[in-house]
Each structure stands twice: as C-alpha cells, then as structure tokens.
C-alpha cells in the first residue's frame, strides 16, 4: 500500500519517515559542500560565488544567513555582503549579478533587483548595521508606486518600476 504525501509530510514531522535519516544526511552534505570549496568563498573574489569555479558574484547569496545555511556573522557571509555591497549594487539598489558578464545569456543592463535589496537589508540588521538597513528599507518603501505595489526590478536611471509585476517576493518578507 502507497503512502499519500500528506501522511509521509504527517509522520516526517512525527520523526516516523524512513526518509528521514537520509535526508538530513544530503542536506549536511550540501551544506559541507557549500561551505567548503563548492560554490562558497572564491579566493579571487573573497566571498560567494554564483556557481562552483565561477568568480561571479550573484545577490541570491544573500539569503545564505536568511535561511540559516550559515549564521550572519560567519566571515564568508560578512564578506560576501561586502563584495555585494562593492560590485552589485548601483545607484544604492542591489542588482542580482553583473549583467555585463554575459553569464546569462541575456542582453546587459536589468535594473535593480527589489527582492535582492531587501535581503541586503536583511543582512545589515542580522551583522548590526541597523541604520544602513532602515535607510535601504525605507528607500525600497519609497519605490511603491500609488496603490503600494512594488515590481520585480527598477531602474533608478528612468525612475521606473519594470519586470514582473507586481512582483510577490518583494512583498513576501
């Protein structure tokens, strides 16, 4: 007899799923992999990196303390916010990568990625920069357009609201 998935989600909660054991075991494997030589603190660029062997930076390694994958003052973590802070974010916004880079595939010049500040401001509470986060946090609030809505990105050049929208991981948190 087959299990439906609401009783494996019931007894994995309970502590009663054979898979259980073996999930825990992959996901310490991912995180030593991930904070070891994977696609952790490159040497050439002293923080995260978007992939194993790249030296592109990539914002979504902000969620790295966001998700406990590792505290926020770990010194990978605070370096990584560094770098971000040096090569990522323009016009006092957070791109989510150097679009430049052609990493993608896609032509150079996105905006600023909302959800990518939002983690940034996220980040300098948990590493105590309580004042920088409340002035990104209030700037983003100041992006809402009249009924309170934020989009995907924005491009502080044109003062526009682009990409997707409106755009749920910018409300989520």
């Given at each position: 007899?087959?299990?439906?998935?609401?009783?494996?989600?019931?007894?994995?909660?309970?502590?009663?799923?054979?898979?259980?054991?073996?999930?825990?075991?992959?996901?310490?494997?991912?995180?030593r992999q991930g904070s070891g030589d994977g696609a952790s603190a490159s040497e050439a660029v002293g923080a995260f990196v978007q992939s194993y062997g790249s030296k592109h930076l990539d914002a979504s390694a902000?969620?790295?303390?966001?998700?406990?994958?590792?505290?926020?003052?770990?010194?990978?973590?605070?370096?990584?916010?560094?770098?971000i802070e040096r090569h990522l974010v323009h016009d006092g916004l957070v791109h989510r990568y150097d679009s430049e880079a052609g990493v993608d595939g896609l032509p150079p010049g996105?905006?600023?990625?909302?959800?990518?500040?939002?983690?940034?401001?996220q980040n300098l509470v948990l590493l105590d920069r309580r004042r920088e986060a409340l002035t990104l946090f209030g700037r983003l609030l100041s992006l809402r357009?009249?009924?309170?809505?934020?989009?995907?990105?924005?491009?502080?050049?044109?003062?526009?609201?682009?990409?997707n929208f409106?755009?749920?991981?910018?409300?989520?948190r």
């Open positions: 007899m087959r299990k439906s998935f609401a009783k494996v989600l019931l007894n994995a909660g309970k502590g009663r799923d054979p898979r259980r054991g073996k999930l825990r075991e992959s996901a310490g494997e991912g995180k902000l969620l790295l303390p966001l998700v406990g994958f590792l505290p926020a003052h770990d010194e990978r973590v605070r370096s990584t916010v560094e770098a996105e905006g600023a990625f909302l959800a990518c500040s939002f983690w940034l401001a357009n009249d009924v309170g809505l934020l989009s995907e990105q924005y491009d502080p050049k044109t003062l526009r609201l682009l990409g409106p755009q749920a991981l910018s409300h989520m």
